[in-house]
Every structure is written in structure tokens, then in C-alpha cells.
């Protein structure tokens, strides 16, 4: 069973603090991939967007792949400057959102979903941490990084609500959890 869009109630007192850095990227030439015909589930931006407008002093080759810089996870903490130990995690991953309601979606609908670079939705972050969370909602997995869990809790709720995804009761009591620490 399915429930209703998300609606948080956030008390008028919390303050939102700031999100993390978000820049548009270096312009360089879109290599996009064709879209697969009917996937359940497509791919996120190249990783080189996001990771450029993620990273500090982000090189590119001439092929505009990000070569080396500086990444700070958001989740974790942690900071990296090899990309390979990087993942681009969608905030609302794209099993969850299909289960949230972009099964009844086009094709088209959930490409734009899956490549939005202007809601909360891809972020650059450790890889382990990403892979942990796997398509799990905050019901079932936060960040290790305590701190960051009243970012994550509005960032959730923004894509969720953006998109008027469901949200089932456990994913709802902890993001209230996470938003009271706001």
C-alpha cells in the first residue's frame, strides 16, 4: 500500500541551516549517452558533472572527465581526492522512488527525475557509505555523519515533495526525527 505525498511538519522555529556548496559545473561539451528504450531505472548524470560541481579545484581532461580535485561526502565527513573512491548517490535513490510512485511514470518523466541537477537529488560521496544505503529510505538508513542528518532530512523531503513521491510511516517518523535536530 501507498501512501499520500510527502507532507513533514517542521516546527516554525527550526532553523534550516545552509545546504552544502552546490555550483553549476564547467561547461563542457554533453557526451550523454542514448537512453535505453523502457528501463524501470536509468543511469544518473556522468559522474563528471556532478563530481565538478561537487569538488574543489576539479581538473578535466580534454575529454571533460574530472581528473583529479578535492571531495568532501557530505554523508560521512570524509574528504577525497581519488575519484575512485567516490559514488554519485541519487538523495532519493531511483528503486525507492520507483517504489514512491515513478513506476507510473514515462520513461521521459524518470530520465528527468534521475538527471535533475537542480533539485537536492545527485550528490558526490564516499562510495561505501553510498553502497551501505543502497535504495533504503532514512526509515531504514541515515548518514554515519550525525550532524548532516537535518540537511539530508530537508534534501529528502524537497526531492520527495518536489516530485510528489509517497512516503511510507517509518521513512515519515525519521525524517521528523532527523528534522527536529534542525
Not at 39 to 67: I, Y
Not at 100 to 111: E, Y
Request: with cysteine; aromatic share 8%; net charge positive.
Amino acid at each position: 500500500m501507498r501512501s499520500a505525498p510527502a507532507v513533514i511538519v517542521v516546527p516554525a522555529s527550526a532553523a534550516w541551516p545552509s545546504p552544502p556548496r552546490r555550483r553549476s559545473p564547467s561547461p563542457c561539451p554533453s557526451a550523454a549517452p542514448a537512453a535505453p528504450t523502457a528501463p524501470a531505472v536509468l543511469p544518473p548524470p556522468g559522474p563528471d558533472t556532478v563530481q565538478k560541481r561537487d569538488g574543489d579545484s576539479v581538473q578535466t581532461n580534454s575529454q571533460c572527465q574530472a581528473v583529479s580535485g578535492t571531495w568532501t561526502s557530505p554523508y560521512d565527513g570524509a574528504t577525497w581526492t581519488q575519484r575512485d573512491d567516490l559514488d554519485i548517490d541519487h538523495m532519493v535513490p531511483l528503486a525507492q522512488a520507483w517504489r514512491s510512485g515513478t513506476n507510473a511514470w514515462t520513461t521521459a518523466g524518470r530520465r528527468q527525475f534521475a538527471n535533475d541537477l537542480e533539485s537536492p537529488q545527485p550528490w558526490t560521496g564516499t562510495n561505501n557509505v553510498n553502497q551501505a544505503k543502497g535504495d533504503k529510505d532514512p526509515g531504514l538508513r541515515k548518514p554515519p555523519l550525525v550532524s548532516f542528518h537535518c540537511t539530508y532530512a530537508r534534501s529528502w523531503t524537497d526531492v520527495k515533495y518536489r516530485y510528489q513521491l509517497s512516503v511510507d510511516q517509518a521513512e515519515r517518523t525519521a525524517l521528523q526525527n532527523m528534522l527536529a535536530t534542525c
